[in-house]
């Protein structure tokens, strides 16, 4: 499942659909902090990361946050949920 900002979708087909459907032609991301820990008995992870966003040709960046779970899968792992927020303010 992948929640940006109020809207959730669920699945692969609608995760790209969501994410390929934005207005955006280019965004550059600056990565300001990453954490993690562990999140179940299984070997799942939290992840945290906030950051910041440049969009098309904004000269402002837009601070983010984003947490995602990450759950093991044969040798690997893939996202279970994914939430994704901007941080608007002055």
Known sequence: MLTFETAAVQ????????L???????IKHKVNTIDAQPSNEMGGILVMVTGALL???EQRP????QIF??????GSFYV??????LIYGD
């Open 69 to 74: 779970q990450l759950l093991p899968d044969q």
């Open 20 to 26: 390929s459907g934005l207005p955006f032609k280019q």
């Open 62 to 65: 837009m601070n983010y946050t």
């Open 80 to 85: 279970f949920n994914d939430m994704f927020k």
């Open 11 to 18: 699945g692969v087909s609608g995760i790209v659909e969501k």
């Open 55 to 57: 969009v098309d040709e």
